[in-house]
């Protein structure tokens, strides 16, 4: 069984920064992607960033130049993500869920992100 763990949410104010991380663990050995989804209120579940086994990474393109993903490896194999986000705007307030990648996708409990204005 896959468990996947996420931390980091909380309350900042407009212009601040948060760092969200993701771990897992389980029996998996070889994990293609990993990233971040968000949801708001009312609103479809919606990528934020990704990163893959090969280091390669994807942003959504209302955080671009404000997010940063970044991975931790072990034997080729990414093991945590970190979501690394500036300059924080109102619209980024959701619930921030993580998801590991190995066939099937495996997801975090989600982690609350509120940015007030």
């Known amino acids: 069984q896959v468990q996947v763990a996420e931390s980091g949410g909380g309350l900042v104010q407009a212009g601040g920064s948060l760092r969200l991380s993701c771990s897992y663990s389980?029996?998996?050995?070889?994990?293609?992607?990993m990233g971040w989804y968000r949801q708001a209120p009312g609103k479809p579940r919606e990528l934020v960033a990704r990163?893959?086994?090969?280091?390669?990474?994807?942003?959504?393109d209302s955080v671009k130049g404000r997010f940063t993903i970044s991975g931790e490896y072990d034997k080729n194999t990414i093991k945590t993500v970190h979501l690394q986000m500036n300059s924080l705007k109102p619209e980024d307030t959701g619930v921030y869920y993580c998801?590991?990648?190995?066939?099937?996708?495996?997801w975090g409990q989600g982690t609350q992100v509120t940015v007030s204005s």
């Open positions: 990163i893959t086994s090969g280091g390669t990474t994807n942003y959504a």
């Open positions: 389980g029996n998996i050995f070889s994990v293609n992607v």
């Open positions: 998801l590991v990648r190995y066939g099937n996708d495996y």
